[in-house]
Antibody, heavy 113, light 112 residues
Framework: QVQLVESGGGVVQPGRSLRLSCAASGFTFSSYGMHWVRQAPGKGLEWVAVISYDGSNKYYADSVKGRFTISRDNSKNTLYLQMNSLRAEDTAVYYC??????WGQGTLVTVSS | DIVMTQTPLSLSVTPGQPASISCKSSQSLLHSDGKTYLYWYLQKPGQPPQLLIYEVSNRFSGVPDRFSGSGSGTDFTLKISRVEAEDVGVYYCMQSIQLPYTFGQGTKLEIK
């Protein structure tokens, strides 16, 4: 069955960087677009970024554009989110999702000094 | 950006009774390909969101048939024919016709 496992979250100071990973299994990873969606503590869902099946197209929410980079390695069945210049408002659980159908359990990113 | 507005924001339902959630979009979600890109998710406590309904009215794999979706254009509804205890959580609608994809505020369902 489809499995998505996020990793890389943690506590980071404002202005620093963090890279999230999402290991995929149970489906042909290279055939699907992949998304990152985040959820601030006690808040709703916010779409962050999407990457096409081959990595050729990428789109971002305005709130992260220029600071976050989505990428993928189809040879490793892994999705990434490089997060730079982190801010307190980036504190959230970050979910990866296959075509917005199936979601991982999420990884918590806390931006705090 | 397309704004998604859900009502009510919370509801309390007796097991076995029906429930209904409304979602309105600020623009039509009907694409030129004929599909309407409106999704419904349920986020159970402590879990990630799970897809219930895609393209307005199609139940995702494994979703019980007590869940149904309807609507068109800018007005959509999720109905639960007979609420069960396992249906508690927050329900979200989402549009994927236009980037950035946007979610409704969420509707919290609790059991009486």
């Amino acid at each position: 069955q489809v499995q998505l496992v996020e990793s890389g979250g943690g506590v980071v100071q404002p202005g620093r960087s963090l890279r999230l990973s999402c290991a995929a299994s149970g489906f042909t990873f290279s055939s699907y677009g992949m998304h990152w969606v985040r959820q601030a503590p006690g808040k709703g869902l916010e779409w962050v970024a999407v990457i096409s099946y081959d990595g050729s197209n990428k789109y971002y929410a305005d709130s992260v554009k220029g600071r976050f980079t989505i990428s993928r390695d189809n040879s490793k069945n892994t999705l990434y989110l490089q997060m730079n210049s982190l801010r307190a408002e980036d504190t959230a659980v970050y979910y990866c999702a296959k075509d917005l159908e199936t979601w991982g359990q999420g990884t918590l990113v806390t931006v705090s000094s | 950006d397309i704004v998604m507005t859900q009502t009510p924001l919370s509801l309390s339902v007796t097991p076995g009774q029906p429930a209904s959630i409304s979602c309105k979009s600020s623009q039509s979600l009907l694409h030129s390909d004929g599909k309407t890109y409106l999704y419904w998710y349920l986020q159970k406590p402590g879990q990630p969101p799970q897809l219930l309904i895609y393209e307005v009215s199609n139940r995702f794999s494994g979703v019980p048939d007590r869940f149904s979706g309807s609507g068109s254009g800018t007005d959509f509804t999720l109905k639960i024919s007979r609420v069960e205890a396992e249906d508690v959580g927050v329900y979200y609608c989402m549009q994927s016709i236009q980037l950035p994809y946007t979610f409704g505020q969420g509707t919290k369902l609790e059991i009486k």
